[in-house]
């Protein structure tokens, strides 16, 4: 096969970058080792940057992300016992978007498919060779074993954190890393909304954040041990838990049928572009969880990389992509920050003192109580500006 960018992953990154192309002319093959099943009904974030949300319906990508999604103009953080809000409005006159990451994979993989984009499915990269020329090449396999070869002028891995293309551009772990040591217990339940916005929530017990799918569907996770079984709890435990983490709010309960537990890192890769190769979204970098930056910050490079492939392969203008992961790292470092900052402002690190519980609470006041302080978490939550899409 042989094509002019050739993409791994057929998640958010990739997916988009391949729409944002062919809008340019430039033509692309996607693949992906799932099936169109699994990327479809996989439960990921929910939050979307409100430049993630103009992307998408700009770009025609989501008609439904306008309509389907809602609105959040704040959240509450709750502490103490009492909930504060931050504003978004209020502050940056911005907002962000609830609309599940799977729906948007559901518009993005019809959009691409009524454009007869080639996208396949069941086709596992195996390899990515000759980076350093201008031919570079994935090697993968479909699912029934037979050898596939893409040859292209650009190879973009967009295929997550497990990344197949880092090992061309970095080598499998060349990165800088942090662990976090606790995780989040998540479960999905059947339940009407406890709450108009989300709930960020902060106690001696750990923390909690509530969260919503749809009006009969909601997303709920608590602090806990990053080797907690998903089984470990009845429901009856479970809800207590939550509970326990928002005090002054009554969460309402309904069956619980999805557990899971998702673990904590930060990571960015040393580098995100080898010769031909460019990595993106979770390939290149990952985040913990708390401030929904993940799916943001895969959109924000696939913004960027679009640019700079529009100028590389219909220009023949390289200086774009020479700068892309500079340009690139100087989001992704603000977006670590984020996300680190908000985990350590929100969780109970394991040993804390009482001094540092205190100073916790401290710090959380600040935010609150400072238009200084949620003018920073508005503005970070809410996302940073993005390059115009052209
Ligand atoms: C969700 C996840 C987050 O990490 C977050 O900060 C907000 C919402 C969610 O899954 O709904």
Request: proline fraction near 4%; include cysteine; charged fraction near 25%.
């Amino acid at each position: 096969v042989r094509t002019r960018v050739a993409v791994i992953g057929a998640g958010p990154a990739g997916l988009l970058l391949s729409h944002l192309l062919d809008r340019c002319g430039i033509e692309s093959v996607v693949i992906d080792s799932r099936t169109r099943e699994q990327i479809e009904t996989t439960i990921r974030a929910g939050i979307l940057e409100q430049g993630t949300v103009e992307v998408l319906a700009e770009t025609g990508a989501s008609d439904r992300v306008l309509t389907a999604g809602q609105k959040h103009e704040g959240i509450e953080l709750r502490f103490g016992g009492e909930g504060h809000r931050i504003d978004f409005t209020d502050t940056v006159g911005r907002a962000v978007w609830l609309y599940p990451q799977h729906e948007v994979l559901k518009d993005l993989v019809a959009a691409r498919l009524a454009a007869g984009q080639d996208l396949r499915f069941g086709v596992t990269a195996e390899r990515v060779e000759d980076a350093g020329t201008d031919r570079p090449r994935v090697l993968a396999r479909d699912a029934e074993g037979y050898a596939i070869e893409i040859e292209a002028d650009v190879v973009v891995g967009a295929d997550g954190s497990r990344s197949v293309a880092r090992e061309a551009v970095t080598g499998a772990y060349g990165g800088y890393f942090r662990e976090y040591p606790f995780a989040w217990f998540g479960i999905l339940c059947e339940a009407p909304p406890s709450a108009g916005e989300l709930i960020y929530g902060n106690s001696p017990d750990g923390f909690a954040l509530i969260s919503q799918r749809s009006p009969d569907v909601q997303r709920m996770y608590f602090q806990c041990d990053p080797d907690t079984d998903t089984e470990a709890y009845d429901e009856g435990q479970l809800w207590e838990m939550l509970q326990a983490r928002v005090p002054g709010t009554t969460l309402h309960e309904g069956p619980i049928f999805q557990r899971d537990v998702l673990r904590f890192r930060s990571f960015v890769a040393h580098e995100m572009r080898r010769g031909r190769v460019v990595l993106v979204g979770d390939a290149a970098h990952t985040v913990p969880p708390t401030g929904a930056k993940g799916m943001n910050l895969a959109v924000a490079d696939v913004v960027l990389l679009t640019d700079a492939l529009r100028a590389l392969l219909l220009d023949r203008d390289e200086t774009l992509f020479d700068s892309f992961a500079e340009t690139a790292r100087q989001r992704i470092w603000k977006a670590q920050h984020f996300s680190w900052w908000m985990t350590s402002l929100l969780h109970v690190q394991p040993g804390a003192s009482d001094f540092d519980r205190m100073r916790q609470l401290g710090e959380l006041r600040t935010v609150v109580e400072s238009r200084a302080g949620s003018t920073y978490l508005a503005e970070a939550y809410t996302g940073w500006p993005l390059p115009g899409t052209g």
